[in-house]
């Protein structure tokens, strides 16, 4: 491990050379972008957008445009991680690797989009997405690289660019008056009414817009864990990759929003193919969202969020029965048990509060019913977060951030039962299991460097990895190089 350290190192740094390289061009564009800033911007309707000017130093590599029709935008994430040896009494087909280890994930992703109204606009995104992570994404229930390519049923996935995201937004207004929305990827209007309905039709991912906190949800900027970033219990609809085919409608007001999606889900657990038959497969995802001062002059958001998963699913019970009656007779097999038509369902909260302006909490609950197999996201039936993030305005560093969080991670009697005679999901499986919760605690420093580039340093400490208490404790230092163009 120590040889590759190094190495990983030098590459991330090369990365950052490179990018340094292009002041000059920006320079040029944000000079550019400023000699037509005082133009008046075009009027539409009771939308006005202008061109924003600010001395505040720009968070992109290359500014961007307020009042153009079009976006186009790209980002670099690279985490490297490592883990020294740690003990093992004993180890499974599907147990994080008790040897010394190290790892590097990247994605690069092309994000573009086009406002064909002042209601209507469509969004592409493209992305490459390589590296399996420490571990080989396996033998955590809370995983520590968000961005780490799971493999499927053993075989790695393509190294290829795939789309990532295409969808149709459109808004229906209920009201003349407007509020301020920030332009990005995922929206293009700078402005949206006060009141109305949002429908979403494509490709994208349901975290998206299910269960984000101000706090915890980028593992860009943010941390890095599965479990601190999502809520665990939240089994959502997705792919291999995190994506899935989708139709959310949102109603919006002014201090309170809810939204429901129809999502497809994959046809085996973990898999990189949908089921395109919604009679059979599929998932329906609620969240109502409150936003309020619950403390004087201090923002605040409540989230309740629930789904429920049709699919080809098996059920632990039957599994641990199918073994102990000699159906089965190496270990219980849950893949022996799928039957069409069964589900999943789960709830989780979410909560958010600023206590200052530099600072504020938050924290996540979650619970699932625990009878069928965990199926597109982790192995999760019970969770409770609590987190703190720090603004660098505190330490006059303003676009630096840090943070901290714990999370304990279980699972149902039944899904503990399975894994303790020795069966294997699609993450977990040690041959056995001496249960205790997963207690996982995360600290991160994120450091803005000069435009849009970031460092980060990331530190996690796994107690009882996968469940069970003969393994670990894991300690895993991360490095992260982030770039936005």
């Known amino acids: 491990m120590r040889s590759l350290v190094p190495q990983r190192v030098l590459q991330i740094l090369c990365a950052l050379a490179l990018c340094l390289a292009a002041p000059r061009l920006a320079r040029a564009q944000d000079d550019s972008q400023n000699n037509s800033a005082d133009k008046p911007a075009p009027q539409a309707d009771s939308q006005q957008t202008t061109e924003q000017v600010s001395d505040d130093e720009p968070l992109t590599m290359f500014p961007h445009s307020e009042t153009s029709r079009w976006w186009v935008s790209a980002q670099a994430n690279v985490i490297f991680q490592a883990h020294p040896a740690f003990y093992a009494k004993y180890s499974g087909p599907n147990s994080f690797s008790a040897p010394g280890q190290s790892s590097t994930t990247h994605i690069l992703t092309l994000y573009t ?44 996935l393509s190294k290829a660019p795939y789309v990532a995201r295409l969808m149709i ?12 929305s920030e332009r990005g990827p995922l929206n293009l209007f700078t402005s949206l009414p006060a009141r109305r309905i949002e429908f979403r039709v494509g490709k ?11 706090g915890g949800s980028d593992s860009h900027l943010q941390f890095m864990n599965w479990t601190v970033d999502n809520n665990g219990v939240y089994d959502y609809a997705a792919n291999t990759r995190g994506y899935t085919d989708a139709a959310l409608i949102e109603y919006d007001d002014r201090s309170w929003s809810v939204r ?3 999502a497809m889900m994959p046809k085996v657990a973990n ?25 004087p002059g201090r923002a605040g958001v409540i989230r309740l969020m629930s789904y429920l998963n049709h699919a080809n699913m098996g059920n632990y019970r039957e599994a641990i029965n199918e073994f102990l009656d000699g159906e089965t007779p190496t270990r219980p097999s849950i893949v ?24 504020g909490v938050f924290g996540r609950l979650g619970w699932s019913d625990g009878r069928n197999e965990s199926f597109a996201y982790t192995e999760v039936d019970r969770t409770a977060e609590a987190g703190a993030y720090f603004k660098g305005e505190w330490w006059r560093r303003k676009y630096d ?15 503990a039962r399975y894994l303790q005679l020795g069966g294997l999901g699609f993450l977990l499986g040690d041959g056995g299991l001496t249960y205790a919760a997963e207690k996982i605690e995360e600290t991160y ?37 982030h770039i936005d163009f």
Do not use: C, M
């Open 271 to 295: 898999g990189i193919n949908l089921d395109a038959d919604l009679a059979r497969a599929r998932s329906e995802n609620f969240e109502g969202e409150y936003r309020h001062n619950f403390l």
């Open 260 to 262: 429901f999606a129809e």
């Open 204 to 214: 994208y991912s349901l975290v998206d817009f299910f269960d984000l906190n101000t």
């Open 169 to 180: 937004h459109q808004i229906i207004p209920l009201s003349h008056d407007r509020t301020e």
């Open 401 to 415: 951030r840090a943070g901290v969080a714990f999370v304990a991670n279980g699972i149902s009697g039944d899904h």
């Open 336 to 359: 022996d048990t799928r039957r069409q038509g069964r589900h999943k369902y789960g709830f989780g909260l979410n909560a958010e509060q600023d206590l200052t302006q530099k600072f």
């Open 445 to 481: 420093y994120t450091l803005h460097v000069w435009r849009g580039i970031f460092t980060a340093f990331d530190l996690q400490h796994i107690n009882d990895p996968g469940y069970n208490q003969v393994r670990g404790p894991i300690l895993v230092p991360s490095l992260r190089a």
């Open 113 to 156: 989009g086009y406002e064909l109204t002042q209601t209507t606009e469509v969004l592409f995104d493209y992305e490459n997405a390589t590296g399996g992570g420490i571990g080989g994404a396996v033998g955590l229930a809370g995983y520590t690289d968000l961005d780490a390519v799971r493999t499927v049923q053993g075989i790695p």
